[in-house]
């Protein structure tokens, strides 16, 4: 086993160990993918201000998303077909979440369905809602996330209909995979993966099988899939879902100013600035980049946290200090549990809170929530004068 201490060591192991259409679906964005860059390189371009002869003792990361004290402002971030990254993946994630005191927020695309989750876990977790043209179970999905005992929402409003990545296409991804020659020789080289596979019964999305009528099994659950994001989807579907819920609600996708405000209108608790990884809009700006333009919009009427292309505790710094309250990790703890398992997950919690308790000291900080815009100096700012 190599020295693992950082994020990207994560990545090149979860490559070796995953099979190939599923790490590519971790590990890709739509069309061109300029976004998808974009999310981590715009990161990059953000520098820090270190600070010197200052006490660094005593220092906390203890913070709060949604009213729930958290480790530190971070959540793993819902993603679909986490189960196949690893053998119940979901559940493996969800516990290395729990343990480390962090949210974790379950996929409606997952292979482990919501009781899965539940009756593994100890604690509430989010649950991540796509909006569907059938209606009756969408409310039935609701309704078991309540039963469940699930903290908090998590509203998806930009995948109304679905941006076209390519290697997603190639690959013929499918979950489970098709018995196709290519399949079958590339997964015959992951030998971890398959005998986990083996030990598990969860091959298909266990919060659609089985729940909707017509769709027993895995053979028609692709076509109903393809038809059922709604690409008429408003904001009195966000009011209705409100409603039916009851809870804490949070509104993941908001990429502009105005649907920030319109969000807060909603009475959504909590909205998150993201574009879905780089996987839908190709083109679109990076979260980082637009996020504080939306802080300096809705930031004194609603929580606002950030998610897309972290990939270190420093990205998780520089949203902070921009002003979020919270943050979400996708691909980091995809990486780890495809390269480890649950023991994976918590090495990207402990190499994310290790960075980001570090990166704090060095800026002057013992407090989290001490953070602010002062912090940062954008790259441009230091060396365009110089460029004249």
């Not at 691909?331 to 990166?359: C, N, P, Q, S, W």
Request: proline fraction near 3%.
């Amino acid at each position: 086993m190599p020295t693992i201490t950082c994020i990207e060591d994560l990545r090149i192991l979860a490559k070796r160990r995953v099979p190939k259409m599923f790490y590519d679906y971790a590990d890709s964005g739509s069309w061109t993918e300029g976004t998808y860059r974009a999310n981590s390189s715009d990161f990059d371009r953000i520098r820090l201000r270190q600070k010197v002869a200052v006490n660094m003792e005593n220092r906390s990361l203890a913070a709060q998303m949604l009213g729930q004290d958290v480790a530190m402002p971070v959540a793993l971030a819902p993603t679909g077909l986490t189960g196949m990254q690893c053998a119940d993946g979901e559940i493996k994630a969800a516990r290395a979440a729990e343990a480390f005191g962090v949210p974790f927020v379950l996929s409606t695309m997952s292979i482990c369905s919501i009781e899965d989750v539940a009756a593994a876990t100890q604690k509430p977790f989010w649950f991540q809602l796509y909006v569907m043209r059938d209606k009756d179970y969408l409310g039935r999905l609701i309704d078991r996330a309540k039963a469940a005992g699930c903290a908090a929402l998590v509203l998806t409003l930009d995948l109304q209909i679905i941006g076209q990545r390519h290697k997603d296409v190639k690959n013929g991804l499918s979950a489970p995979p098709k018995p196709t020659l290519a399949n079958i020789l590339n997964m015959a080289t992951k030998v971890r993966w398959g005998l986990g596979m083996l030990g598990t019964k969860r091959h298909g999305f266990g919060n659609i099988v089985g729940h909707v009528k017509g769709v027993e099994n895995v053979g028609n659950l692709a076509e109903w899939t393809n038809k059922q994001f709604d690409p008429a989807l408003s904001w009195d579907d966000v009011a209705w879902i409100k409603e039916r819920w009851g809870g804490k609600l949070v509104i993941k996708g908001i990429l502009d100013a105005d649907d920030a405000r319109l969000a807060v209108k909603s009475g959504a608790d909590a909205i998150i600035v993201s574009n879905h990884g780089g996987r839908q809009l190709d083109g679109a700006l990076s979260a980082i980049e637009i996020l504080p333009q939306i802080i300096d919009a809705v930031g004194a009427d609603i929580e606002v946290h950030m998610d897309s292309g972290i990939r270190s505790g420093q990205d998780v710094l520089k949203a902070v200090a921009m002003g979020a309250k919270g943050t979400y990790i996708g691909r980091a703890f995809l990486y780890g549990l495809g390269a480890m398992g649950e023991e994976g997950v918590t090495k990207v919690l402990e190499i994310i809170h290790k960075e980001l308790d570090l990166t704090m000291a060095f800026c002057g900080h013992r407090e989290i929530g001490t953070l602010s815009r002062d912090n940062l100096i954008r790259a441009d700012e230091v060396f365009n004068p110089y460029l004249r």
